[in-house]
């Protein structure tokens, strides 16, 4: 069953946590990629100096305007997509990083993207994943409930999760809004 807008529409660490074991799916001309989630990051719109909202004024309108369930995709370092659900809580908003997937489905059109050997290499960082689902900016301000290009299914797992803290980041370094699963070998980071 796909997510829809009720599933993003709770405070992003809490919809951070939900999205571990449900599964990306993208549709191509070369056939269905699938992979489960399995590593995530929340960011708030406020008292979070790491967010877009707070480093990015461009970024403030499109949280205000957009409902949860929005893509947000941005370029990072000059070479990496960066692929982001908004969630939107009755009084907590912002978006929530999808970090590494463990591929399910596709994994050869994958393994055509992202030319490594190993299969753990496919998915496991969040620049990995955009590359390998062929994820770019062109998937900006697109509604994930709503899309039969690319969605959430429901797989009714409930893993074992495993909090930490965000990385990569300067600012709300030591937030601990960084989620896992545990022993999963998709995940970027330990």
Partial sequence: MKLDRNFFSEDPSLVARKLLGKVL?????????RGKVVETEAYYSKG???SHFQVRPS???FFREKPSGTIYVYFTYGNHWMFNILAKGE?????????ALEPVEGIDIMRKYRNVEKDTELTSGPGKLTQAFQING???GRDITKNDEIYFEDTGENPDIVTTSRIGIKGGKD???RFYVKG???V???
């Fill in 188 to 190: 970027s980071k330990k």
């Fill in 175 to 177: 937030m601990p809004l």
């Fill in 91 to 99: 009084d907590k908003s912002g978006a929530v990083l999808i970090r």
């Fill in 184 to 186: 999963n070998r998709y």
């Fill in 59 to 61: 970024s403030r309108d």
């Fill in 48 to 50: 979070d100096p790491a």
């Fill in 138 to 140: 062109s998937f900006n």
């Fill in 25 to 33: 799916v993208k549709r191509t001309p070369e056939g269905t990629l």
